[in-house]
């Protein structure tokens, strides 16, 4: 199990000179922690992390609607990882499959995509595993 405080560091460690910051949040939008790297620039994360929950339960849902007008696939999609290449860089959004939670990492413009989505994912799973007793105790 991972304790509120753990939060920020475990993000912590997919930031670099590169991904400037990493958030946790539910598939709501509700912020769960945030990394405070040296190099991160400050915004408002809660607002951030909505926003970024919105798009990527969007296409979330597009995947599902996908996948089932495809009468191969009769599993629910799970959405791997979301590449952006928004203003302030390449943002990356990948869900924790089974606690309904994303992170999500702001990269530089020019960071190498599969560095960032490896980073984002190995998180993911690494958030999953520690956040997982949680949701099989409920």
């Known amino acids: 199990m991972i304790r509120s405080c753990r939060i920020p560091p475990v993000l912590n460690r997919v930031c670099d000179d590169t991904i400037h910051s990493a958030l946790l949040v539910t598939n709501d939008g509700e912020l769960l922690g945030a990394s405070n790297y040296k190099g991160a620039k400050r915004r408002d994360p809660e607002a951030f992390g909505t926003l970024l929950a919105d798009i990527a339960m969007d296409y979330q849902r597009l995947g599902e609607e996908l996948a089932a007008v ?3 696939q009769r599993s629910k999609s799970h959405m791997q990882c979301l590449l952006m290449e928004l203003d302030m860089g ?5 869900s ?3 606690i309904d939670c994303l992170v999500i990492a702001v990269a530089d413009a ?3 995509a599969g560095l960032v989505k490896a980073k984002l994912q190995a998180l993911a799973v690494h958030i999953q595993e520690a956040l997982s007793p949680l949701t099989e105790a409920a």
Request: one cysteine or more; proline letters at 7%; charged letters at 15%.
């Open 96 to 98: 924790c499959m089974g």
């Open 70 to 72: 495809d009468a191969t």
């Open 110 to 112: 020019d960071a190498p």
């Open 90 to 94: 390449l943002v990356g959004v990948s």
